[in-house]
């Protein structure tokens, strides 16, 4: 406990190294699991989840992804804990990281995660924020592997790609932005005028892991892998007439498919609205690998939480 924790508040708290790790010994717990093999490093181990926003993925993958290695869970909500009763994040994280081993956040602004894990004595996993959405991001850049390159040489594949980002500048763009600087691809963002990604928050500098387009067809050509998101993320919703119209033509259809390369990809990270920011048809559709990437959420963060309690195995 003296230690100081690893946390995993952003993409850019592991290197590169380390996700090469994570990508091949995700590829191995996943195998454990399809094949009914115990893996129960963590027996004995509590994660606390701290949802301050909805979820469905994030939180059936964490929670489900500790029973299976042994572990136990804890659920807080703003609504059912201290939390909203404004006892101060310090205090809570002081408290919460002397009964449990692990602590899974999912908030708002991510000055609020970093004040809890500055006064955490566990590590603290980033469940999404206004600004970034690592998990998500490792369980995408996992499809991509597992669909166009090699487990065993996970990065490989990724070196030289182009991702074609067609949607608001949010929490998921900035998470791109931070792996294409760390990994060596790049990024094609192309955002509504006034919903543009923030480089100053990805923390990503110049036009070296990015390229900005105003037409989202233009930033679909050649592309690898084209990726969305819903047009109001969680906590913006104020502000849906306004995005529903500033958005109108950055939904990914079946022309944005064809301008990428015949192999590419699509994702979303869902929940998806079908006509809003993506058509049923691509979706729905063979480049498609969506339910993929929300299965391997389980993989990569039961793999992660392994990662940051146990090292390297
Ligand atoms: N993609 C994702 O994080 O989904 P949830 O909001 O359902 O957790
Ligand atoms: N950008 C979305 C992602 C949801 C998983 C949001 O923050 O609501």
Redesign the pocket.
């Known amino acids: 406990m003296s230690q100081t924790p690893t946390h995993y508040l952003q993409f850019t708290d592991l290197t590169a190294d380390d996700y090469a790790y994570l990508f091949t010994r995700s590829a191995l717990i996943k195998r454990k699991f399809k094949a009914y093999e115990k893996h129960q490093p963590l027996t004995d181990r509590t994660l606390a989840m701290i949802f301050e926003?909805a979820?469905t993925?994030?939180r059936i993958s964490f929670e489900a992804g500790m029973y299976q290695m042994g572990g136990a869970v804890v659920h807080l909500t703003t609504g059912d804990s201290q939390l909203g009763r404004a006892e101060p994040i310090e205090d809570s994280a002081k408290v919460i990281s002397r009964m449990v081993d692990l602590v899974m956040i999912r908030t708002y602004e991510q000055t609020k995660i970093e004040r809890f894990a500055a006064n955490s004595r566990v590590p603290v996993i980033n469940g999404?924020t206004?600004e970034f959405?690592p998990c998500?991001i490792l369980a995408d850049l996992f499809t991509f592997i597992e669909h166009r390159g090699d487990v065993n040489n996970p990065l490989d594949c990724l070196k030289g790609k182009v991702v074609a980002w067609v949607g608001?500048g949010?929490?998921?763009a900035n998470t791109w932005l931070q792996a294409a600087d760390l990994l060596g691809f790049t990024v094609h963002v192309s955002t509504p005028g006034g919903y543009e990604v923030n480089q100053a928050v990805a923390g990503v500098s110049g036009n070296t892991c990015f390229k900005v387009f105003t037409d989202p067809l233009q930033a679909c050509h050649g592309a690898d892998l084209v990726t969305t998101?819903?047009w109001?993320?969680?906590?913006y919703e104020a502000e849906n007439e306004t995005r529903r119209q500033a958005f109108a033509a950055w939904c990914v259809d079946s022309t944005m498919m064809a301008a990428a390369k015949t192999d590419a990809l699509f994702m979303h990270?869902?929940?998806a609205h079908r006509g809003e920011e993506v058509q049923a048809e691509v979706i729905d559709g063979p480049q498609s690998v969506v339910w993929d990437e929300a299965e391997n959420r389980l993989h990569v963060q039961k793999t992660l939480m392994e990662f940051l309690l146990l090292g390297k195995y």
């Open positions: 926003k979820s993925r994030t999404l206004n959405h998500q608001d949010n929490n998921m998101d819903v109001t993320s969680m906590g990270c869902l929940p």
